[in-house]
Nanobody, 115 residues
Framework: QVQLVESGGALVQPGGSLRLSCAAS????????MAWYRQAPGKQRELVATITAAGDITNYADSVKGRFTISRDNARNTMYLQMNNLKPEDTAVYYC????????WGQGTQVTVSS
């Protein structure tokens, strides 16, 4: 079955950086458009970034443009989210999924940005 496991979240000060990872199994990863999402308390899940199967085209929410970079390593069935210049409003649980949200949502990884 499709399984996606997020990792890398942490408590970080404003202006700091983190790199999140998403390890995939049960999916033909190299043929699958992928995405990062986040959900803050009391808010709906939000699309953060997408990446095409080959990794050649990326898209970002306006709130993270210029600060976050989505990437993937198809040989390792892994997707990444490099997060720089973090802000308190980035605090959320971060999830990965396919671009079609076709996998079950996992536990996510908590990112907390606070001084």
């Amino acid at each position: 079955q499709v399984q996606l496991v997020e990792s890398g979240g942490a408590l970080v000060q404003p202006g700091g950086s983190l790199r999140l990872s998403c390890a995939a199994s049960g999916v033909i990863f190299s043929f699958t458009r992928m995405a990062w999402y986040r959900q803050a308390p009391g808010k709906q899940r939000e699309l953060v970034a997408t990446i095409t199967a080959a990794g050649d085209i990326t898209n970002y929410a306006d709130s993270v443009k210029g600060r976050f970079t989505i990437s993937r390593d198809n040989a390792r069935n892994t997707m990444y989210l490099q997060m720089n210049n973090l802000k308190p409003e980035d605090t959320a649980v971060y999830y990965c999924n396919t671009g079609r949200e076709s996998a079950n949502w996992g536990q996510g990884t908590q990112v907390t940005v606070s001084s």
